[in-house]
């Protein structure tokens, strides 16, 4: 069983350009959701998604979207970054059908905006 | 409005005294809670959820609805369970997005031997 992966690991950027992140889901997962984590919190929900659509999106700005693709692998783009968008972003994948809640995690993409 | 907390962003414990890590939630509707953990250098994993009512390495927690808590307990804690926890809430309301997790802050154990 593969489990989540992203890349790349770490990504300096500067403000105002664009950054795509991009996640592998677990074998059999069709769900994948985007978490930022900023240093000293927890994961913030960004969005979801299922059979290549967003089903459903927490408190982030238009210029955080993403996109899923046949295979269920998914990307992750910001535009205009902004330095408060410097963090630990995070892919986490499921199965809808077979138990949504259980969400495997992968390592994350630490980016840095200067 | 959904949201938890965790109110200890560290906590200390020798090997072999009890600990407990506190989460307390507000949610509307009927939601499912979880402990996440994160050991060094490692990815974030599910520890438990609490309609599982299981212990996992011997930690257990049990959902208080009526103080909306859900501590994560260990009777005699090692020094291998040092971590960061992540106390998590998941809604099934109208609306919700099946298997969003909303986080605590998360608490930092450490285990002295």
């Known amino acids: 069983e593969t489990g989540v992966t992203q890349s790349p690991t770490h990504l300096i950027k500067t403000r105002g350009q664009q950054v795509t992140l991009r996640c592998s889901s677990q074998?059999?997962?069709?769900?994948v959701s985007w978490y930022q984590q900023a240093l000293g919190q927890g994961p913030q929900f960004i969005f979801q998604?299922?059979?290549?659509?967003?089903?459903g999106r927490g408190n982030f700005p238009p210029r955080f979207s993403g996109l899923q693709f046949p295979n269920y692998s998914s990307e992750l783009n910001v535009n205009a970054l902004e330095l408060d968008d410097s963090a630990l972003y995070l892919c986490?994948?499921?199965?809808?059908?077979?138990?949504?809640?259980?969400?495997?995690f992968g390592p994350g993409t630490r980016l840095t905006v200067t | 409005a959904q949201r938890v907390t965790q109110p200890e962003k560290l906590l200390s414990v020798f090997k072999g005294a009890p600990v407990e890590l506190k989460c307390n939630y507000s949610?509307?509707?009927?939601?499912?809670l979880f402990w996440y953990v994160q050991y060094s250098r490692q990815r974030l994993q599910l520890l438990l959820r609490?309609?599982s009512r299981e212990s996992i390495k011997g930690f257990t927690a049990d959902l208080n609805k009526g103080e909306t808590s859900f501590h994560l307990k260990k009777p005699f804690a090692q020094e291998e369970d040092s971590a960061m926890y992540y106390c998590?809430?998941?809604?099934?309301?109208?609306?919700?997005?099946?298997?969003?997790?909303?986080f605590g802050r998360g608490t930092q154990l450490t285990v002295w031997p």
């Open positions: 986490a994948s499921s199965s809808l059908a077979g138990g949504p809640y259980e969400q495997y």
């Open positions: 074998s059999g997962h069709n769900t």
């Open positions: 998604y299922y059979r290549e659509e967003e089903n």
């Open positions: 949610y509307s509707g009927s939601p499912e």
């Open positions: 609490h309609i």
């Open positions: 998590a809430l998941s809604g099934h309301g109208r609306g919700s997005t099946l298997g969003r997790l909303y």
